[in-house]
């Protein structure tokens, strides 16, 4: 799905847009009720345990907010702590129910989605829809701990340590929830459910967004920060790109390509997890040579590629960069030390 433009407007502006009026009147009280099913969901479940940590990395609103490489960055400090840890999501994108280890040389996208692939190049890997499930076979093929991509709204197994992973730059919206605006819980009672809030950034954006402020004000809870950063140097000279994305935010990558030194020749923005069917592979290639330029796209698209098409772009790889390690190595050991 890709985000109306209505869910970006500052929270609490009024809009003159007649479109903009009525769809926020006809979806609001769809919203009201995702809000109602939701807590009354988290309400009278209750959690199944296992017997290691379970550390979820999770977010407020719909995509976009870099979640992926927050979990892949606590996976590698985690091993760096000498365990083994195990990733568990759902699979989004994918058609595989699990739970499942993700063999990452053989799978693909279809099966597991895109974000698994990602996770499994990294570390073991499982994709269940059924978490309690998902999380009983990491345990018993040797996790020590287990990091979860998402499923911060979802109540079924308990977790020892949570993470929200908030964009600094556009905060929660309209303040509103889906379907009227982007957040899958009410912002206030998510973040006193979580234990830390990770501030996610660009380099050289905005530090916060407003909005933002009063919440975590409120909400008193460690604010750590954090940047998405290019795995690799600038380039040392332009090069042009016709660039592509299927991501939450693909202006965050549009932003990150220019400041590696492209110069964008054109753009596709898709929605996020598309799958790239023939018909798109023919237009971008066909973009490509009308300009004279390279495919640029990110590392969570090309797993979505055929492996030939994927010899055909460039990929800029990013990760999370903290700016307060040793505050996430403090929270980390405090969660493993109470097992």
């Known amino acids: ?15 003159k847009c007649p479109y903009t009026k009525t769809m926020l009147a006809v979806l609001k009280p769809a919203a009201f009720v995702n809000d109602h099913i939701g807590r009354w969901r988290r309400a009278r479940t209750h959690p199944a345990r296992v017997n290691c940590p379970v550390i979820c990395v999770g977010n407020l609103t719909a995509g976009g907010t870099g979640k992926t490489p927050v979990a892949i960055a606590l ?66 093929q040797g996790a020590e701990v287990i990091v979860m991509d998402d499923g911060f709204q979802n109540p079924s197994l308990h977790k020892d340590l949570s993470f929200v992973v908030v964009d600094a730059e556009v905060g929660f919206g309209n303040g509103l929830l889906i379907p009227a605006g982007p957040l899958r819980e009410r912002a206030g ?91 798109d592979w023919r237009e971008l290639t066909g973009m490509a040579e009308k300009n004279d330029a390279t495919l640029l796209t990110t590392e969570k698209d090309a797993v979505r590629l055929t492996p030939e098409q994927r010899k055909q772009v460039e990929v800029i790889a990013v990760h999370a960069a903290f700016d307060s390690g040793d505050k996430i190595d403090a929270l980390l050991e405090k969660a493993l030390n109470q097992f």
């Not at 280890?101 to 099966?111: E, F, I, L």
């Open 1 to 15: 799905m890709r985000a109306p433009s209505f869910w970006h407007l500052p929270e609490g502006q009024e809009t």
């Open 189 to 279: 009672p998510g973040l006193a459910r979580a234990d830390a809030v990770i501030l996610m950034a660009l380099p050289g954006t905005a530090p916060i967004a407003p909005q933002l402020t009063p919440y975590l004000d409120h909400s008193k809870k460690p604010v750590l920060r954090a940047r998405l950063a290019p795995d690799a140097p600038p380039l040392e000279t332009k090069r042009r790109a016709v660039v592509f994305a299927g991501i939450g935010r693909p202006a965050k990558f549009l932003a990150t390509v220019e400041a590696q030194g492209y110069e964008i020749a054109d753009a596709l923005a898709y929605a996020d997890h598309h799958a790239y069917t023939d018909k």
């Open 75 to 140: 996976g590698l400090k985690l091993q760096a702590m000498g365990k083994t840890p195990f990733f568990l999501l759902r699979g989004y994108g994918g058609a595989e129910a699990g739970p499942l280890r993700v063999d990452a040389g053989r799978c693909k996208a279809a099966q597991v989605g895109d974000e698994a692939l990602l996770l499994a190049a990294r570390a073991p890997t499982i994709v269940s829809r059924d978490r309690p499930k998902g999380a009983a076979l990491a345990c018993a």
